[in-house]
Each structure stands twice: as structure tokens, then as C-alpha cells.
């Protein structure tokens, strides 16, 4: 790459694609040439987005608008909405970054099942890589298409990956209980985002089916001999950005595992990845991951705990929705695919209290 | 009965003891003689609970002066502290209701393993019964002395009894993922409550060896061929009273268990109880049981959904950790021991939005 | 009153009017007889109002279907709405309670100022009495309507009317800084009340020209020599129910007023007011008022402090919107009406913590 | 300055100097030395801040070992502790920035009225600048000792400077009704902070005799013809970082302003300050100051109403406690010091959702 990377973000009125637009304008090696929105076209961004005020005058454009020409186009537009401006785009040379579910599934019988409708372009399904960095960092390196994980498969994968791997558990019995913040619910308000009725409470609000198990369960298989078969149940929690991931797996051989074990396989696994911080303090309230020590950052702060009594590893995983869970995962990729150090743009600190 | 229980609280400053007065003051067929506090004796009690003004004109008094000629003194004093106090008025003629852990387990070994040290008055533990209604109805009628269970370990037992009689799960694969409000960790200030430290998180407090086990596991082993073993991890999460419990339970028998046969199983097993609901709606955003909805009531709501693709039934269940997992229970107790409806002193409806 | 009283209330799926349907089924003296709602007509109120679970079998009707020869019928409606609703019950037999500002300003003038259209009723407004109990307790008494006042309208005119009263503030430099929790929007989401942008904010959405500006001083204005000009300032906080309202006033003669005649004032006062707490202890973290110890209940409680340093008193004031800033005060004004012992059905205590 | 500025914190595990430690670490022309804490001596600083994990190796070290030839020393510790330190390091080369209360107060009478004590260390108020750089840019850029002012001080002087130097408003008559999250209570709990009682209250906890009265009444005083009198009331709200400052001022010829010279008095008067944003849109939920856009950044964003009605401005103006309100004042000035841009190591955007 020679001069800045020329980005445009179709779709940057809702969370994501503002927390996009944060992180690629304080982007060192990055210029945004326009960021689209049919409802606000032809508004100040920062009508939406007050946080960019001081920083930008940029103004919404209609989808339309977006030209084809540029280095990179993300697309953080609705499940669906994608899957049509990926054609779009797809004889154009820009590189591709989907922040949607479109092209996350590899199989189009397998989204049949989750997503309840036929894939809307399944040709264009093998030009796409699952842009999870820590599982493939080579293939986000020469990819031209990128299908951006989902927040809680991504937690969960990363908190899954170094014990499926390592043989140590049960991959027919893995529990996966995620916690998260409401911000997770996207910019359009409804009853269950409405703040009487989301404040103070802790929902189960897709106990079960929630789509993310296929995600979670296609980007393990190859590590584990046995296909594994993920129990999700995503909770609602008070808090806007964040989750946290509680991965209950039974272990096969319980008597023959440690802790210090069990910390060692993670260290090892995720040695070469600078956006997981393995956080397992002898005490202290912030021993364990939480939410408030990554938000804001790409991190995703993962620790595991031994349970002797009942054969069970607990392993905890924390990342903010909006960034590791999206946009930032979504940047992470656009700097492999570049050839820009993997943590460019991304490496300011989160606030503690946060 | 005749007149009024006359009844006395130790440890009334606390917010179990202070729920308990509440809960008391307001009862019908209760007269609250006093209420003890070392740290706040001689002040009003309104100073502790600004809830209770206009309503009392009650002040604390030292333990020392509480009288053994009541009908029924509450003890709502530190774990360790209540075993002393109960060889105290052993010999009286009040009823003791002990809200602290102390008596909760039967067998001292069992105390000992959980609780790390040698159990305080084993030759009183056979005098106890636990204070679970909705399991041991008729006992507690019957009962002098009464442990009332812990918070998280009404939560889970009641949402896993049915399960385990009906014979439907593998009692050795049982996960409880539960989540508590600020209010379980009592009235003392520490870093873990610290507000800005305790607000917008969720977090692993307890990933696992979480005492509430060992009450669970003798609970609910009455009712299972094989003893059961239960994999409690307990979050704080950003909310001041409530308990949400997931427990998630792989069935053993999964091709033939349906929705509507789990639901028959829970509205039988508690067609007597009335502070059990079975909530499970086809729509809207509280389908299922939640914190608010319970929140300043006795109720446990309880819902179950299956999940043919994990093989497994996940039981949401929620109450308030003051009420139903702590005073209003005590008080469902007193009313069964005095021959009361079970209702009495507990019909409030929560508010909502709450 | 022979037997019951007889209530229906048209609009009960919002927040007002389900607080009010939760007060009316648990008030001893008052049967229900139906509850309206065009959006949830033949559904069950409890899917709306989940707190209400086990408590009542009732099905929304449409407001068309409510009888007019019941005892009372409680209006909360929107604004605009009650008026013409109004007209119809005018001729009938019923007690009219309404909850919107259509009937709280006597003047037309003055509602087409701070409403900005012409009263949709004139003929009406001679009708109705202004149900602030506390003010005009007798006049409710004998009234046949009623226009329940404003919610931050009642906490400012509690706070405000004995120092105005006792001619001790400069009517023309009163500020009056309310803060209000999200459940003082209505049940309709929107953008200002989706929770990612609602929670952790304190925002003035309303700093000038708040139409309950009209109400305060309009029931203000008899107790004072010179009338009052009130500079309302509405700010929303992180909360769901309740209100603080802040009053800056200028003493007339600062050198000799003390803080004791200030406090005997608001006793003397509020003496007969059994929904009045003067507040403010020497010490603790509660010692004045604030919105948890209301939560749920008709309660106001009420404190000042001098402040030599300004010249200025400043007056705390607090309630639940919903209870005692709507819904409860309805219930008040009902039992007044009825004679009934002004406290029947709102006796209830707040939950600590709350 | 050759190379990068030598600095060093003492008292680094409070929430102030853990914000300055976040912050600095961070600059781009700074190199932290060294960080204390008597407490935590010995232990790495991410112990205490769990954001820093993966940023720094630093451990905290005793005061006593904090070397005096650095080129700048932050103090955040307790008021009094703050003047015996600055009397240690009075006679040493480093610039001195206090983030403590003690030497703000220019006259030691008026500090012995406000704070209750003699002034520890009078002979060294004659060598510190108050360190607001809206207000005296130049004589922070010559100075070598600074007294960073107070939080609500903050917000508040730079909401009422421009009105009272146009001469606008009754100096008088200012009441200013400040809110702030709990992160300015500090790092210690108490029961005040303790989640339970914090947690979506809003609590008038200082409503006179603030002590920041003094700090703003001074720093407004060369500004205005008649020395001004602030009326303070100090709330706490449910939110960790944030201050919202409502302003209300009675203006001396209401008839003859205008909107648009309010927004004209405040841009012309910021126009050098690149902190300051002025924020008044025509509509959105943001269309107002509020402390989400300014969390974790160093603005303070401030817009101002016309309240016709009652003859009066509101000012509403909004900052983070921790950055703009202390600890990235104090970099604004080291900054200003040491000749690099204002905004240096200040630049990061708030999150939105925040």
C-alpha cells in the first residue's frame, strides 16, 4: 500500500458502523472518503455520532454514492442488505470487509437452518473468509472478502479454541452462557430496548437458536476431532457496551488436569496474538475478565478456572460488542490485508472506572 | 395462634434483617417486638431503613436485650454468629428462624468441605429443617427451628426439582449459570460494591466452589436415582436486587421430550405453590421470568424452553435474593409454623416498570 | 359509598395507567371492572404487565366498551385525547379522574400558550378541580372531576408552596431543577429513551419552557402577595421511576430566617398531610430526601437547607412520577372523593434499597 | 523541553492519578518515571487498573522513593498531604502540577473559611497559577507551579465566564445545580458509594457550602463589575465519569437578548480554546451538552438557552470529572508548559454509545 488506505463504510448511522467511523478517522494510515445513510443523507455525521464532534465535518451520502474505486468498502448494512451490495461491488477491485451475518456461514444449507430463508447470493460464499485473526491470520492476509464474526462468536470461539484443541473436554456438552450490554441490540429503539424495561434486568432473551451457535460451531470444527456441538444462551444484561462469556466445559480426563495447565495451553494458543490478554489475578476484585477493562479497545481478555468438584472448566471471556465484536475485528482485518501491523489504529486504552 | 406472632429480629441494620422488618411491620397477624443491631443500637431504625419512615417509631436495641419469651425470633446475623445465638435460645420456647448458612447443611463433613472449617454446633443441626416450602411443605409446618436456604440455592433448586423427579436429565451434567444483583453482597461497603467499580459490569465472582452447591446438591439428591452433581458459577451483574438463575440440563432422553410435556412437568410439580409462576409466553419482551417482574415479592418465576439442537432444556428462574431468597421466605415459613395461610403478610405486586 | 367502589380506567396498557390498575386491584375498597386499550384489546393486561401475574384474570377492552354508570373512570389517555373522552362521560353519572394536562390549567389562554393550540374543551374546564390534595384537600372533596396534576408539577408545588406561603422568598428568582427517571416518558420507545443512549446519561431535555411551569404557578399563585414566575429546568437521569426536584430560592430577609423556622414551617404546613415527610436528618447517606425511599409509594417527602452564603433556601423534594406523581395522587383524590380515609390502598412501603 | 518530558505521579492509585497514568502513558512527548502509592508499593499498577493491562509493567513505588530532578511531578493526593509534598519539592527543579484542592484558594482566609483549617503551607500560594487554561493560557505557559482546579469548578467557571465578562447576567443571583457520577468520590468505598444506595438515585449530598463555591467565585471575580455569588447545590446521579452543569442566570435586560448573541458571546469567547465545544442543535436527543460525547475526553462541551418566560439564560456545560475535571487539565497545562500544542496525548474521540 502506498499513500493511506481510501475507506468508505456503507451503512454508518447504526452503532456499528459509527464505531467504525471512530476508529478509522483516528486511523493513522487511513482516509474515510464517505460514509452512507439513506435516512440521514446529506446530515453532519456528527448528528448521529456526537462523540465525532471537533473531529470531522463529514456528511452522510446516499448508498448510491459510494464509489467503487476505493481501497476498501465496509459494509455495515443489515443481514440481507449485504448479501445484494457484495454483488455489487464484487467485480470492483476494492477489498470487501462484511460486518453482516451474510457470508459468515460457509455452508448455504447450514444458513438455511439458522436464518430461516435460502442464502441470498451462495456464489459468492467461497470468495469470503471468516475474519476471526487469531484462528487465521494467513488467510485474512491474502483475502480479498472478508465475512466480520459475530460479537458473541467471536467471544466464545476465542474462549473455546485452546481446549477443543487441546483435547481436554467434552465437545458434546459445552455451555455457553453470554452476557450482553444493549448496545448489542443495534440504534433502532423497540420494547426491549426501551430504558424502563431494559434497566435493572437480566433477560434470557434467546435461551436457544441463537445463530451465532453455527458460527461458533463451524470455526472450531477443525480443531477438534469430534465436530462440536455448542448449548448458547444469550442474556440481555444492564450495561450498553460489552459482554462477557461464561463457557462451562466438562473436562474428559479431570483428574489428570491443573490449573497452571490449563493457563499454559491459553498463553501458548493465543502467544502470538496481541489483542488476547489472558487475565487470571491471584485476587482483587478485576482478577477475572469483565467488560470495563476492554471497552473501547479491540481486546478480548479471556481466563479459565478449574472446578475439581463437578469436572468442569469455567472459562470466561470479555470483549466490548462494538469493537473486538465488530468494528475493531473489522480494522484488525483491514490492517493484515494491508500489510499494516496488526494492532494499528487500534491500541488506545480503555478508562478505568469505565 | 392466638393474637398476634409476637416476633423479634437480630441483626436488623443488615438488608436481610431490614427486608425482614419491612415484611413484618406490614404483616397482619405479626407484632414486632424489637430488633436488635450492636453497631446502631438506641437510634431509630428509619436511620438504616428510609423506607420504614412514618411507618415505625422502632429502635435498635443490643442482641443482649432481646427477650427468649417471643413466639418467634429471627436470626439475621454473619454466618458463625447464628450457631451461637441458636445454642443461646435453644432451650427457650420461641420458634428460631436462622437466615444465615449455619444450619443448612445436615452433615457437619459436608460443612466443613464448603465452608472450610469445623461446623459451630453440629448437636443442633438435627433440630433444623430447610426452609424450602415448595419441597418440605409439611415438615416446616411441623418444625421449631428452620435454616432458610440461600438465595441462589432457592433459585436453582426450584428450577431443577421438577427436571430431576420427572427423571429427564443427566444429573451429572447440570450447569447453574446465575446472576445476582449488588444487594446479595450486603450492607458493607467493599471494592467489589464500589460503585464505579460495580456499575456497567458482569462479573465472574464465583466461577465456581460456590457454597450454595452443597444446599443444592442435598436439596435436590432426595429426588434423583443418581446423586447430582451441580456446576455453579455466580455472576454480579448491574442491578441492586434479583437473581436470575440459567441452568442448563442435557436431557437424557432428548428425541422424546416435548415443550409441552416439560411445561406439564412444572405446573404440576408446583399446582400447590403459590409463590411458583410458570412463565412462558409466546411473545413480548418479558416471555420469560425475570428479576422484575418479582422484584420486592416472594414470587420464583420459573420458565423452561428446549433446545432440540443441544440436547438440552434450559430453566430460567428469578426472584428477589431479599424476599423470596431470604425474608419473604423466612416469613412463608412462619406462616406455615403457625398454621397461617401461606400467603399471609406476602401479596404485594412488584411495580413496573420496576 | 355503599360497598365497592365501581372502576373502569380507559388507556391502562401504559405506564400510568397500569400503576394505576396495579393500585385499584390491591385498594380494599374498589372492584375493577375494566380496562382499556385499543393497541391490546382482548389480550390479557399481565402481558403487559407482568407484575400482575397471579394477581388478576383481566383482558384489555376497547375504550368504547367501558361503561358510563360506573362509579368512577380514571382517564389516562393522551393529551387531547381526555378532552374529548371527557365530553362523553360529561352527561354520565361517573366520577371523572383525569390523568392528562387537558383540565389542569383553568385559564384557556394560559393552555394555548404553554400548549400552543386552543383548548380542545373550554365549556368543561369549570368543571374540574385540581387534585392536588395537599393544597386543596376540601375542594376535592366535594369535586365530581378532577385534573390530576403534572408529576414535576406536584414535586414543585409541595416543595414550593410554604415558603411562598410564609412570605419568605422573592416569588420573582425561583429555580426550580428537576431531575426525572425514564418511566416519565410513557411506554412508547424512542430514540431519547433507547437504552444505549438513555443509561449513564444526566441530559436537560426540557431547560426552558416545560408546560408544568404553568401548573406551579397557577397553584402557587393564591399563596402568594405578588405572583410567582417559576424558571423550570427538566433534566432526564439514569433512573426508572421518580423524580428530585431541586428549588433555589432567594430569601426576602436572609439575615433573619433560621434553619429551625424553616423545618417548623414545612411541619406546621404539611401537618395534616399524611403523604408529606419532612425530611432531613443530621447525618447519614439518606438524610434527605431522595427517590429510592418513595419508590412505589404516595409518599413526597420534602426537606430544606440555608444556605447564608447565598442568601437562598434550597428545597428537596422527591416522589415516584407514577405513584404520587400520577396513579397514587389519582387514588388519593378517589378516597376523598369517597370518603374514604385518605391513605386506603397506599400504604404500601418502599423497598431499601430500593 | 529536549526529548521527552520526565514525569512522575505520586499518588497513582486513587482515580485521579490513575486517569493521569492512562493518560500519560499515552502521550506521545512523555515518559512516565515512576508512579506511588504507600498502599500498593511494590505491586504492578495494573493491579489497580486493569485497563493498563498490556500497556505497562510499572509497579507502584513509596512516595519517599519519587526522585525530585524529573522534569514535572503530578500530585494526586489528599488535600493537606498535597502542601507538605509541594513544601518537599519546592526547592527542586520539577514543575509541580497539584491536582489536589490546596493551593487554589489564592487567600489563605478565604481557604479557612471554606475548608475548616488553617492553610498548611500559605508562603507557597504566591508560586501556583490556577491551572484553567480558558481562562489564563499565558500565565500557565510561564508558570512552574500549578493548582488544577476542581471538577464541578470546572464545568462550572467555564459555563458562567462568558456571561458575566459581557456583562449579561445578575451576579448575584447564580445558581448553579450540578450532577456528577460516583467516580468523584474516589477510589474508597464508603456507604455513600456502596452499589446497593448508589445505584439509580439521584441524592442532593451537598446542596450548600460546596467548596468548589470558592474556587469558581474567585475565578470569576476579574471578570465582572460586582464581585459574583454562586449558589451551589451539588447532586449525585446514577453514572460512574461525568459532571452536567445547569446554570441558571437571571439577565440584567432580558428584553434586549437574543439567542443568537448568546451562542455569538460563547463561540467568540472559546474561539482559541480547543477544549471547549460549543453545543446547541436545532433537534436530536443530543442536541445539548451531556456527558456521554465528552466521556474519557478532555472537552467540555457548553450551549446556553433564553428562557423568555422567566428572564433568564440556562448554561449547560459537560465534562468528564476525571479528564477534563483533573487529571487531562493537568496534562493541558504540562502541555502549556512545556511549549507543545495544547492538545498533545489529548485527542482520542469518546465512544458513542458510551
Given at each position: ?52 464532534r ?24 443489515p443481514?440481507?442488505v ?17 460486518l ?12 438455511a437452518?439458522?436464518y430461516?430463508?435460502t ?24 483475502a480479498?472478502?472478508?465475512?466480520a ?25 459445552i ?14 429503539p ?88 489472558y ?6 476484585v ?10 473501547g ?47 494499528t ?10
Amino acid at each position: 500500500v502506498v499513500g493511506k488506505v481510501r475507506a468508505s463504510i456503507i451503512g454508518a448511522s447504526g452503532y456499528t458502523g459509527g464505531e467504525l467511523l471512530r476508529l478509522l478517522l483516528q486511523h493513522p494510515a487511513v482516509e474515510v472518503l464517505s460514509a452512507s445513510s439513506e435516512r440521514c443523507a446529506g446530515r453532519p455525521v456528527t448528528e448521529r455520532l456526537p462523540n465525532l464532534r471537533g473531529l470531522t465535518h463529514l456528511r452522510y451520502v446516499p448508498a448510491a454514492e459510494i464509489a467503487a474505486d476505493v481501497d476498501c468498502i465496509f459494509l455495515c448494512t443489515p443481514h440481507g442488505v449485504s448479501a445484494e451490495l457484495a454483488a455489487r461491488y464484487s467485480a470492483g477491485p476494492a477489498r470487501l470487509i462484511d460486518l453482516s451475518a451474510d457470508f459468515r456461514l460457509r455452508d448455504p444449507a447450514t444458513y438455511a437452518l439458522w436464518y430461516g430463508r435460502t442464502h441470498p447470493a451462495p456464489e459468492l460464499l467461497e470468495h469470503f473468509v471468516y475474519g476471526l485473526p487469531e484462528l487465521q491470520r494467513g488467510a485474512i492476509a491474502q483475502a480479498h472478502r472478508i465475512a466480520a464474526p459475530g460479537c458473541i462468536a467471536t467471544a466464545a470461539t476465542l474462549a473455546l479454541a485452546p481446549l477443543l484443541a487441546a483435547g481436554l473436554i467434552d465437545p458434546q456438552r459445552i455451555v455457553v452462557d453470554a452476557k450482553i450490554g444493549s448496545s448489542g441490540s443495534g440504534a433502532l429503539p423497540t420494547q426491549a430496548t426501551h430504558h424502563p424495561q431494559r434497566s435493572g434486568t437480566v433477560r434470557a432473551y434467546k435461551p436457544a437458536g441463537h445463530r451465532h451457535t453455527a458460527e461458533i460451531e463451524q470455526a472450531l470444527a477443525p480443531l477438534s476431532a469430534t465436530a462440536p456441538t455448542v448449548a448458547l444462551t444469550a442474556h440481555a444484561v444492564e450495561m450498553v457496551r460489552g459482554i462477557l462469556c461464561t463457557a462451562h466445559c466438562f473436562l474428559l480426563d479431570s483428574a489428570n488436569v491443573t490449573a497452571a495447565q490449563l493457563e499454559a495451553t491459553y498463553r501458548d494458543y493465543y502467544s502470538a496474538a496481541p489483542f488476547v490478554r489472558y487475565v487470571h489475578e491471584a485476587h482483587g476484585v478485576h482478577r477475572l475478565p469483565e467488560p470495563g477493562p476492554v471497552r473501547g479497545t479491540n481486546y478480548c481478555d479471556i481466563g479459565c478456572i478449574l472446578d475439581p468438584h463437578a469436572g468442569r472448566v469455567v472459562v470466561v471471556s470479555a470483549l466490548d460488542n462494538l469493537v473486538k465484536g465488530a468494528a475493531g475485528q473489522a480494522v484488525q482485518c483491514l490492517n493484515l490485508m494491508c500489510g499494516l501491523p496488526e494492532t494499528t489504529g487500534l491500541t488506545a486504552a480503555a478508562l478505568h472506572p469505565a
